[in-house]
Each structure stands twice: as C-alpha cells, then as structure tokens.
C-alpha cells in the first residue's frame, strides 16, 4: 500500500524559534499533499494544501506566513513552523493524494509530528 | 464537499459486529465515501472507500443504499485493537483539490 512519513515524530523547541517537518510519500508520486493539524480530543483540521510547484492553499484562518509550505518535488512537502510559541503545539499530520488511482484517488496519511513549544 | 454525521462514540465487546452508520445529505453526485480509522497519537489509517451497493475487504465492509445519504461501516467481529477513532467522509470525486473535511468521528471503545 501507499506510505507516507513524517519527520521528525516529535519535537520540543523554545518559543520564537522556527520548526520543519517533512512529508514525504515513499512508493507514488503526489503532486498535491495536504496538511492538518489536531487539538486533544479533536478531529483533524485541515491547515493547507500544498502544490508541488506551485504556491500552497491556505484555508481560512491560517497564517501563511506563520506556517510556510514548500512542495519542491513529487514525493516531498515542508512544513515549517516560524516563530513557534506554545500555543502551536499540536499534533501535525499529513497526507498525499494517490492520483495514480484516478477518480478513486485516495489520501495517504503520514504518522504525525507531536509539536512542544515550551 | 459533503457534511457528515456520525455518533460521538459507540461501545462494543469483543467478538461482536459493530456498525458505525454515517449521514451524508447533502453527498454530490462525484463524491465517493471513505472511512479512516485513527489511533491516538496516529494518523488516519485509510480502512475502506465505495461510491454504492456494497464494498468488502479484508478488514470491513461498506454499505451505501441506492440515495446514497449515508453509509455504513461493518466491522466484524471486532478485538479490543478495534478501539480508535472512525471518520467518515465524503468526497473528493472530481474535485481538483481533492480536500477532505474531518468531522468529529465516531469513537469506538472495544470492551473485553
């Protein structure tokens, strides 16, 4: 089946500095993956989408100069966290669209990355 | 895309079947209906996806009627590692951005 990673798993930062995860899908090519980010005890909400060549799609409400997308290639997205403060700490999942599957595409998502900001 | 309603939370024993229904209105005409299961601390695991009638495989079934206004997911004979969280959700068919919208989920808790 289709895999995604993340990296790193976990991470624990000051307030004020910067944070970047990768995604990446290990076995297909995605040219759009998509970013979400989960609150204890809550469902996933979707942050961003990312093009890979292209600039990212922001939903409403999420500062995109607060959580730079890079989408450099088909099999890899960055997510990077600037200026990190505590209440940025979540959990941030990802995920990659199978296009190959066509109409049945179906979203492959990574293993999360647990983000501390003390 | 479409909004979906699930029950917060269900309770099951070990061995049982469980079926998790979900109601999805408002489902456009493209728009298939995936389920993900999530464990804590996981990302959604992807379990099953149909557009009608019925999808089988080795871990559930799916079952979507003719209007297509909702779904159900079957498990059978579920095991105490069937405890997590289940999302339906409906689309992205054709969508070109092929977004999907979490709801809440419905929380499956196994008992032995």
């Known amino acids: 089946g289709a895999v995604v990673s993340q990296h790193p798993s976990w991470v624990i930062c000051k307030s004020g500095t910067s944070v970047k995860i990768e995604c990446r899908s290990l076995?297909?090519?995605?040219?759009?993956m998509f970013w979400y980010r989960q609150f204890p005890k809550q469902s996933l909400m979707l942050m961003a989408t990312s093009n890979e060549g292209s600039k990212a799609t922001y939903e409403q409400g999420v500062e995109k100069d607060k959580f730079l997308i890079n989408h450099a290639s088909l099999t890899l997205s960055t997510l990077t966290v600037t200026s990190a403060h505590p209440e940025d700490s979540s959990f941030y999942i990802c995920s990659a669209r199978d296009e190959e599957r066509g109409v049945l595409d179906t979203q492959y998502f990574g293993p999360g990355t647990r983000l501390t900001v003390l | 895309l479409a909004k979906t309603t699930q029950p917060i939370s269900m309770d099951s024993y070990e061995g049982q079947e469980v079926n998790i229904t979900c109601s999805h209105n408002n489902i456009a005409t493209n728009d298939y209906i995936t389920w993900y299961q999530q464990f804590p601390s996981q990302g959604p695991r992807f379990i099953i996806q149909?557009?009608?009638t019925k999808v089988t495989n080795e871990v559930a079934s799916l079952f979507i009627p003719a209007d297509r206004k909702s779904s159900t997911l079957s498990l059978p004979r579920v095991s105490l590692s069937d405890t997590a969280v289940y999302y339906c959700?409906?689309?992205?068919?054709?969508?070109?951005?092929?977004?999907?919208?979490f709801g809440q989920g419905t929380t499956l808790q196994v008992k032995p």
């Open positions: 076995d297909f090519q995605a040219t759009t």
């Open positions: 149909g557009y009608k």
């Open positions: 959700l409906g689309g992205p068919g054709s969508s070109n951005t092929g977004k999907l919208i």
